[in-house]
């Protein structure tokens, strides 16, 4: 049962169960307030630094640790897993210092399917105090144990909505949000300060002209992929490109990151229209293969938490 709950994303998804495996992971867990059904433990010992109070509403089954290894993918196992509830972002009681230091930014996921990349995003998303993630269909499972390894406990830190399809994103967004696009596809480097995206994944985009922002074309046709996903027959809207570096935080603001293979959808590329959003350039060294997603993510995250703070300062000042 534990090993089909950590492989199984359709079951997980029919019983409402998740598999959380290690200490710090089960510990971050139960001061969230997820709902601990049954702990396999190897040693007493375990048990001696998680929460007792909600050790005594689980069932505690001691195994061999052989047992605990034949279950687990990790390389050294420490003897200790959980089979949780399902959590609920909502029902989620998340550290006090993440609401402190949480910032009206927000990370929308479009199509990121590998559970590595996935995890580091969401850690990077909990690191730079983003408010929310969002996951459209065709993310992987968040609450896959590969994503959850690279999370490092984000999950617990960071509200997280999974499973989205694109017409219920704008009611999980807060009113008047800009909505802007970043994406990992390298449409390949261009010398000019203008260029035509190849397509719709093109949005972390290489640059060897830094002197004047880049402005992206609308596309004529949309892919035979795109087609695939409804939206056969409608142009990709045009979005005015720039640097990431360059001013873009508006208050609140949202930012999509495509996958590592389609990268952004054209429901992602309308959205982000429809609020007056950018597309934002990653400039690289001509040459140099497109940035991985969750780098991508990491970089203009971090950026707009700079920009957001230097602008708290500037606004402080202006009061003093």
Not at 10 to 37: T, Y
Not at 65 to 93: N, Y
Not at 149 to 170: K, T, Y
Not at 293 to 314: D, H, N, T
Request: aromatic fraction near 6%; glycine fraction near 8%.
């Amino acid at each position: 049962k534990a090993v089909t709950v950590a492989k199984s994303r359709k079951f997980r998804d029919h019983h409402g169960k998740v598999l959380l495996e290690g200490h710090r992971l089960i510990k971050d867990a139960l001061q969230a307030g997820a709902v601990l059904q049954t702990l396999f433990f190897s040693t007493v010992g375990h048990l001696k630094e998680l929460p007792e109070a909600e050790l005594k509403r689980a069932n505690l089954v001691k195994v061999k640790f052989e047992d605990i290894k034949s279950w687990s993918d990790l390389i050294t196992p420490q003897g200790l897993i959980g089979i949780f509830s399902k959590p609920d972002h909502a029902k989620m009681a998340y550290p006090a210092a993440q609401l402190t230091n949480s910032l009206p930014v927000l990370l929308i996921c479009d199509n990121i399917r590998d559970p590595g990349n996935l995890g580091t995003i969401l850690r990077s998303a909990a690191g730079a105090g983003c408010e929310k993630v969002l996951l459209t269909k065709g993310c992987v499972d968040p609450w896959e144990p590969k994503v959850l390894r690279a999370g490092m406990g984000a999950h617990f830190r960071v509200p997280i909505v999974a499973n989205l399809d694109w017409e219920s994103v704008p009611s999980n967004l807060p009113a008047g949000v800009q909505v802007c696009v970043a994406d990992n596809k390298d449409p390949g480097v261009q010398t000019e300060t203008e260029f035509t995206s190849g397509s719709a994944s093109s949005s972390v985009s290489v640059s060897s002209n830094l002197q004047a922002p880049v402005k992206s074309k609308p596309k004529a046709h949309p892919s035979e992929s795109e087609a695939g996903e409804g939206m056969a027959g409608v142009g990709v809207p045009e979005l005015a490109a720039q640097y990431y570096y360059e001013n873009w935080v508006q208050t609140p603001v949202a930012v999509v990151i495509g996958g590592e293979t389609q990268g952004l959808s054209p429901a992602a590329l309308h959205l982000a229209a429809s609020t007056g959003g950018k597309r934002l350039v990653i400039p690289v060294v001509p040459g140099v293969d497109s940035l991985n997603s969750a780098i991508a993510a990491g970089i203009v995250l971090f950026e707009g938490k700079r920009q957001l703070l230097w602008r708290y300062k500037q606004d402080e000042r202006q009061t003093f």
